[in-house]
């Protein structure tokens, strides 16, 4: 037989399409340029101190991450999932949350951590490996991090319609939940089950979806045809389309979620387009599926840089207050490197810890026979015969 020419092989752009300012769906309060633009629905009036405060939050958060990344590939981490580029969406929705919200996290929201106020150590304890997740999330409204993805939106929405039940929405006062999440988190069967039951019960939850682009080497055009605010109206809950880099129209656009779900008027889906900057963890080779020009168009729609520079052109920091806060960065990050360096092997009791409000019996008898046999191990051996040559 002769030679058959094959066909030419069809690849897939990788680049993403930048998302349209016409659309009158999506809303941004801050341009690449660092320009302030103005939204019919939503705007931000804060004090000038509390604009300067959202420049150091996205400044220690990029830090500390940064750190994060350092460590791991210094043999002090087992992983770490990087938020470089993420830092506006976590940061504007997380000072958008009030005391009594609740949090499920994924596993990458560091900033949301810092706007809580939660000890970061937390976080690099789980992953140097040192640490099995127990905290008292009652107390501080802030979930264990969720690796299986998105399964904690299930956990989120059941959480919110006990809310509900519970009479604790319809006030100013009352308590709203919300729940971060990839894009691709939207192709799993949790997520869609979580958005049908939150709809149905009218939970107060917000679905804030940090749409980075990739999950993990596949982008959206291999994940879905429609974006995830459009197709939370299959669901009957309403979707809000929101520039992800812009930490001003994220804090405006979480707020008005929150308020909705505190208000009794059930959940929403938020979805903040922004763009992961480092590959989905330390494991993962980004150069494999994405080229430098990519990395380069999302650069200059940096969220730290845009917002300085809108600061600085209002006239609310100057180079002596953005130099104090790159000095106090890097005191965090020292601060945080030496507790990460300090950290010690838990006990193996931790393992059942903070896992039953009321230990069974059953456990509490395996927890007292892994003790036990862990003491054990620390005794000298007896005998003869331990001289060996």
Known sequence: MGDTQRPAKKTVKSRPKPASTNEPQFVQLLSPEGRRVKHPDYDIDLSDEEYRGLYRDLVITRELDAQGTALQRQGQLGLWPSLLGQEAAQVGSGRALRPQDTVFPAYRELGVQ???????????ALFRGVDLGGRDTVADRFNMYAIVIASQTLHAAGYAMGVAM??????????????????????????????????VFNSPLVFFCQNNQYAISETNARQFRLPPYRRAEGFGVPGIFVDGNDVLATYAVTRGALDRARGGEGPSLVEAYTYRMQPHTTSDDATRYRDEAELDFWRAKDPVVRYRKWLAAEGLAD?????????????????????VMALTDPEVSE???????????????????????????????????????
């Open 319 to 339: 180079e002596a207050y953005f130099a104090a806060i790159d000095t106090e960065a890097g005191e965090q990050v020292r601060a945080l490197r030496a507790r």
């Open 114 to 124: 810092w706007c809580r106020g939660i000890d970061l150590i937390s976080s690099f």
């Open 166 to 199: 519970d009479g604790a929405v319809g006030t100013e006062d009352g308590e709203a939940v919300i729940v971060y999440h990839g894009d691709g988190a939207t192709s799993e069967g949790d997520f869609n089950e979580a958005l049908v039951w939150a709809g």
């Open 351 to 389: 393992m059942f810890d903070n896992v039953y409000a009321q230990m069974p019996a059953g456990i509490a008898a395996q927890r007292a026979e892994a003790v036990e046999f862990q003491a054990s191990l620390a005794e000298p051996s007896s005998g003869a015969g331990s001289d060996v040559r």
